[in-house]
C-alpha cells in the first residue's frame, strides 16, 4: 500500500461554488481568484470546474501565460500587476490585465509602448494601506493613464481591508465613491466577503476566491450556512495504534499526557505535508468519520489522535484531516489561523486525486 494521504479534489463542488459566487452578484462578471496555484488545488487541475467563470485573477506572471498557453481566451487579471517594465510585452503578447497600484507602475507604463495596448485597473487605496494610490490623487492618476498609449482600457479598483466585519466597509466604499465620483470607468470592488455581504455594491467586475473553494472567509459564519461546499478533502489512515497506561506521554516534548489507560491513533500526515504544527492538542479530526481530537505534538510525518472513544479504530481506519465532514475552517481556527492558509500550504509530496478520477497518473497538475 501506498502511503494513504492524498488530496482529493471535488472539481463538481467548485462549480457549484462558483454558481454561488454569481448568484450573490448576479450583475457583475466574475473574476475567479485562482492565485497560490487556485488556493493550493492546483490551477491547471481545477480549470474544468471553472468553465463559467468570465475570466481569471492571480498573482504569478507564469501561471497566467500557462492559461493562455493552453488556449484560454477569457480575461486574465495579475493583481499586483508588473514588477518591472521588461515583464509588459508579456502583459502585452499575451493579452494580461494588470493592476497598477503605484506611481512607479504609472510611470513605467508612460514610458512603454506595449503592443496591443493593456487592460488596466487602476487600484486605490481605500485603507487597507497595502496597495494602491492615494484616493485623492486617484482622478489625476485616471488621467494621465487615459493619456497613455500603454493603456488600451481602464477600470477603477479597490481591496477592502475588512469586508468581512459588520461594519467593515462603509468607510472605504465612501472613500472610493469619493475618489471615483464622475469617473466613468467600470469598477471592481468584491473579494468573496464582499460577494456575499454586498453583492449589489461589488462593482462591474467581482473577485472571489476563498468560498469558490469551499472554505468561509468570515469568523462566525460557517462555508456550509452560505451554501459552500468543500473543494479539498485531505484524506489519509491510521498507520498505527499505541495502548498507553495513565501517566505514559505521547510524542515530541511530551504535550500530551494519559490521565487513564486509552488507544492513541497515529495518521500518516504531518507537518512536512502541510499540516499546521501548530495546531494544539483538542484539533477536530475524523477517524472512521467520527470527530475526535489530536493528541500530542504534530510532527514532520505523523499526526496523533485521541481513539478513547473509538473502541473498534484500528490500524487502516479511515482519516479526514479537513473537508467532507470536517470544516476547515474548523480546523483553522483550533489552529489559530485561517482556512486560506491550511489550503495553500499543503505540501508538494501530497498526491492529489480528482475525485471520479481516482487514477493518479492523469491528476498532475
Ligand atoms: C486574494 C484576492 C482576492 C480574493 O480574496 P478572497 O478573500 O479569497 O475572496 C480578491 N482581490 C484581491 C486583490 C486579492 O488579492
Redesign the pocket.
Known sequence: MARPLVAQIDLAALAANLARARAFAPGSQVLA?V?ADAYGHGLMRVLPALAAADGF?LIELDNAVRLRERGERRPILL?EGFFEATELDTFAHHALGCVVHSLEQVEMLERARPMPALDVYLKINTGMNRLGVAPNEARAIAARLERAPAVGSLRLMT?FARADEEDGIEQALARFEAACAGLPYPRSLA???GVVRFGDIGGDVV?????LYGAT?FARRSAQSLGLAPVMTLRSKLIGVQTLAAGDIVGYGATFVATQPMRIGVVACGYADGYPRHAPNGTPILVDGARVATAGRVSMDMITVDLSSLPDARVGSDVVLWGEGLPIDDVAHAAGTVG?ELMCAVAPRVPFVVQGQEDRSCTSS
Open positions: 481568484v492565485k485573477a493583481l481591496h473579494n468573496s466577503a473577485r472571489p476566491g476563498i468560498m472567509p486560506y
